[in-house]
């Protein structure tokens, strides 16, 4: 059994969290500490841009040299640290070396993480300051203030957390993200933190993580961007006393895969000047990969999200980023379905069902369905949102 | 020797145009004729979206039956006639055959084109009364009437011409274009119309126009949208005398990329609610695909997009994209380039270059360059514009 319960990223036992303003950002908290009770097993998923920030290097190196074990968590919002060089390398480090003297623990099982501008230096010297003034702050209710102090441009802070109840013992799986522009996870600038007191040995949690990754915080779009920071970080510290071995492993797996997908719809929703959350669905497609790609292409298409904002049931937009797409596809044999409204089948124009399509697009809830045609039973589901003119006037004047 | 001369798509000898109101937009001109004196030479290159507009495939039909001849050539705007069935393409061989029937020349020697909304079944009763009205009308001065008859949401006409003369002789190359958004040419909703009075067999005619479409046409994108009814058309009256051989072959082909070149920027330029045309060139990539992927995805992307709308230098977001691109790039080694300022080079920040870089971005021509620092040799060059809230408010309320 899975249910939704309250808190965020310290909803399981056995950890805490602090959230202070160390000068990084102009205003507002923009550090998060998070520290486990003890080493915990340690997993995470890390951009796949070819441009990594430092704090993503610095902690890829920490989990090798830890085998997966992990104590505290270092996160700042402000300064991506991206694009910075030795100097920078230098920065996440000392970040890191903070954490592990304000803890206690040995530097490697410190993580960090970093979001905001790239090609700005992280300052060292305020990050260390307010590493030493949340350590005395750890508490468990911080949750909130620590989803707070990870937002860039995110217009609230986002947390989920579910409650496991299996053969297993109950245990508790919850986390919080941050991410609103710069998002085609692979992984984008979002940056996700999951807890659990679950007890799970590091190769079986990083089994898990890659698992519930590929269908939520890797099957969103805000825009087709892909970060040089985005990191997602699951920590379990075994305090519930349930042990997830093989047998255990597919329940351990769904509650993750909800509570990721809740956050992942989160960032959708909340993406920058975004007014609605679009489920994109493929059918149809001769292979899976064939699928993902259309509803990736449909879901990052400038002309189908601009529709979306406007509330136009423009169906032929779908239709022809589904033959751009470099995908199997047969139009004559296609269909499109806007909500409860199929607009377009067997090469056949349905005009009359367009008020009904108007009439599910003007809700803050979209799905949209393109089948493929090729008679292939491949299908995929991507999130996205629609692109407004506020989206635009939120990055055209991001720095300044 | 090529210079620009006046005119457009009627500036080279034995060509005529017209245009008129027939209905299908729901005011202004909306139909275009083009007819050659005689039956000349004549090549095309289409779109590459599986979905095919009937226009499209039409005008493939004769020209394959015809064996690269042509006579006239009808475009509508208003309506794409794509995703309309069997009824669309009946649609598109009446307004072929009406063309024939007003010209008198054989069904094959018509080519058709439309642009407009997709989905949306083509008048031919309307399109022929068109035709009828438009075929006494012909005139050599009526290229600027006919290039705005081609318009959809563009913001003005776009033609172009050049007076070539070498050993072949001297002659002329002209044409039109239309195309705003649903602009990523490979080709898209973009239709070219192309004349010349040289005289060139189809075979080499085909080489010529494939030869300057590719780093005209092909290398420009407004919104990384590719259409269902993209086209461009050649055709060679030989009313100058001129013959192009071999020998002449590429004096011939920079004639004509002069004249691609010039109307693809200008599409570019007049891409919906853009404010610059932008040079996106990419060097030091390890193949010549690398380099058009870079370059094609930092075009593409809409936080350089957004980011250049607002004036501002931010190259952090050059950097993620190259690196998301899918092609060898090594950031240590990298460079990014904006106007006169290189911003960042060997891993070192420019910001003092800043202020250089963001007056050079507050002109209506921007110049990037990202060197992917893999020591390679390759090169290429796209050319876009700037996303504004303006684009946005286009395609979002674009049936409205």
Known sequence: MIEATGGGITAAEGFQAAAVSCGIKAEGPDLALLVADRATSAAAVFTTNLTVAAPVVVSKRHLEQSGGKARAIAVNSGCANACTGDAGMTAAETMAASAAAAVGCPLEHVLVASTGVIGLLLDATRVARGIEAAAPALA?????????????????????????????????????????????????????????DAAVEPPLLRRALSAAVGDTFNAITVDGE????????????????????EAAYPHFVEGLRSVCGTLARAIVRGGEGATKLVAVRVSGGRTAEDARRAAKAIANSLLVKTALNGGDPNWGRLVAVAGRAGVAFEPSRGRVRIGPAT????????????????????????????????????????????????????NADYRT
């Open 343 to 394: 607009l377009f089948a067997d090469d056949t124009v349905f005009a009359e069902r367009e008020p009904a399509a108007a009439a599910h697009l003007a809700g803050d809830e979209v799905e949209l369905e393109v089948d493929l045609g090729t008679g292939g039973g491949h299908g995929a589901t991507v999130w996205t949102c629609d692109l407004s003119a506020q989206y635009v006037r939120i």
């Open 226 to 245: 892909c970060s040089t920071n985005d990191s997602v970080f699951l920590l379990a510290s075994g305090a519930s006393g349930a042990r997830i071995d």
């Open 140 to 196: 468990r209710d911080a949750h909130a203030a620590a989803a707070r102090a990870i937002m860039t441009t995110d217009r609230g802070p986002k947390e989920a957390a579910v409650r496991v109840a299996g053969r297993a013992g109950a245990f508790v799986i919850g986390g919080m993200v941050k991410g609103a522009g710069m998002i085609e996870p692979n992984m984008a600038t979002m940056l996700g933190f999951l807890t659990t």
